[in-house]
Nanobody, 116 residues
Framework: QVQLVESGGGLVQAGGSLKLSCVPS????????MGWYRQAPGNEREMVAA???????NYGDSVKGRFTISRDTAKNTVYLQMNSLKPEDTAVYYC??????????WGQGTQVTVSS
C-alpha cells in the first residue's frame, strides 16, 4: 500500500500561482508514474500532468504552457507548479501514483480555488 500526502492547495486570484507537493510513502524510484489529476464539481476526473520513472512528462491540453510537473529525488517529492491560474482551474487536485505492477494509488485531494 502506498500513501500519498498532498499539500499546497488554497485560494488564489486569477493570474496567480500555486505549487502543489506530493510525498509518497515509498521511494519515487519504485513508482512507474506519478501525476496530478483534478476534479471539479459535476465534472469527471481529468489528468493534469504526469511524470514517468524515466522523467518523461505529459500534460493535459488545458494546462500546457502554464503548469509544470517536476520531482526532487532528494526530497522524494513531486511538485505541480501552476502559473497563470484561471477560474476554470478550480478543482480538487489529487496526487496519483502507479506502481511498477500498474496498481494505482490516490491522495486525499487538495482544494485549489481561483477567484476571478
Amino acid at each position: 500500500q502506498v500513501q500519498l500526502v498532498e499539500s499546497g492547495g488554497g485560494l488564489v486570484q486569477a493570474g496567480g500561482s500555486l505549487k502543489l507537493s506530493c510525498v509518497p510513502s515509498v521511494s519515487i524510484f519504485v513508482l512507474n508514474t506519478m501525476g496530478w489529476y483534478r476534479q471539479a464539481p459535476g465534472n469527471e476526473r481529468e489528468m493534469v500532468a504526469a511524470i514517468t520513472l524515466a522523467g518523461t512528462t505529459n500534460y493535459g491540453d488545458s494546462v500546457k504552457g502554464r503548469f509544470t510537473i517536476s520531482r526532487d529525488t532528494a526530497k522524494n517529492t513531486v511538485y505541480l507548479q501552476m502559473n497563470s491560474l484561471k477560474p476554470e482551474d478550480t478543482a480538487v487536485y489529487y496526487c496519483n501514483a502507479e506502481s511498477l505492477l500498474r496498481t494505482p494509488y490516490w491522495g486525499q485531494g487538495t482544494q485549489v480555488t481561483v477567484s476571478s
